[in-house]
């Protein structure tokens, strides 16, 4: 099964986003605190990640402008 480019980019997108959750999670149950300050931080790291990797710069490989 062959996948194109948009739907490569796509399963990428949600990699990262399910690797964001797996680090807040991660913190909140070793740093034991609170649920609501584990959302705070992922919503901290989830940007963060987002702009370490350079490929991710905007989503116009399969969103709505997608070609």
């Known amino acids: 099964m062959k ?6 980019a796509a399963i990428k997108s949600y990699l990262r986003a399910v690797a964001a959750s797996g ?12 649920p609501e300050l ?3 931080a992922g919503a901290i790291i989830a940007p963060i990640i987002k702009a370490i990797d350079p490929s991710s710069g905007t989503e116009v490989d399969y969103g709505i402008n997608a070609k």
Not at 3 to 8: A, D, P, R
Not at 23 to 34: E, K, N, P, S
């Open 3 to 8: 996948l194109s480019k948009k739907h490569k």
């Open 38 to 40: 584990a959302v705070l």
């Open 23 to 34: 680090i807040t999670v991660a913190l909140a149950i070793v740093a034991d605190i609170r």
